[in-house]
């Protein structure tokens, strides 16, 4: 029978300090003294556990829009999905609010790209350009204003090489242009924001490899 190999993700050695707390010692024995809660979940297709000193509700719902819920090329009814229960996560630490925030400005962004894109495919021949104009209407507000400009040039410029037309070549041309203009992929974020809240996941793989809590870090 093969090894079973523990493989700790985020595993915390920080202790945090809340505003209107004490120092020292004190600080040391709240921490220590802190209830830590339990959930089962699978992270790529693996049984593992998540814990931290929150809620079961909260770690559940952390999990369901964590990054390995959106993947890259996410259908914009999942987006919405997972959009509608950030605004569910509620009385966690300022780096997991940072995080879910930006995750949900993310994911608005990729809607009405995908959104805008569905409606321009749409579009008769003669009304190609138009309706990049309308798509550009959509898009602004997800841009920031000195990156917009830029972006409007380029993708106006690779449009008519396209020959105004809404072709795969332009369209993914354009996806990565406007990913590189919206809000930051969040997955580091996440990260960093369990890894200061004391959260962690632990994963079993009966593999036969040697796993370590360092490892899985890299």
């Known amino acids: 029978m093969k090894p079973r190999n523990v493989w700790i993700f985020a595993v915390i050695i920080l202790t945090v300090l809340p505003l209107g707390m004490g120092r020292g010692g004190r600080m040391g024995a709240e921490a220590a003294e802190e209830k830590l809660e339990e959930i089962q979940v699978t992270l790529f297709g693996q049984p593992c556990t998540m814990n931290g000193p929150f809620p079961r509700a909260t770690l559940t719902l952390l999990h369901e829009i964590s990054p390995e819920k959106v993947p890259p090329m996410a259908s914009v009814e ?32 990729k809607i009405a790209l ?30 920031s204003s000195l990156q917009y400009p830029p972006f409007e040039t380029s993708t106006k410029k690779a449009f008519e090489t396209a020959g105004a037309v809404w072709n795969d070549a332009f369209v993914d041309s354009l996806r990565e242009r406007y990913d590189g203009a919206i809000q930051p992929e969040t997955e580091e974020e996440f990260h960093k924001a369990i890894r200061l809240a004391k959260i962690q996941y632990i994963c079993v793989f009966d593999d036969g490899a040697d796993h370590s809590s360092e490892d899985a870090e890299h």
């Open 78 to 109: 999942l987006m919405k999905k997972i959009r509608a229960k950030t605004a569910l996560l509620k009385t966690v630490p300022f780096t997991i609010e940072q995080y879910r925030d930006h995750l949900r400005k993310r994911l608005s962004a």
């Open 114 to 143: 995908e959104e805008g894109l569905a409606t321009a495919k749409k579009s008769k021949p003669a009304d190609s350009r138009r309706a990049l104009e309308s798509l550009f209407k959509n898009l602004k507000e997800h841009i």
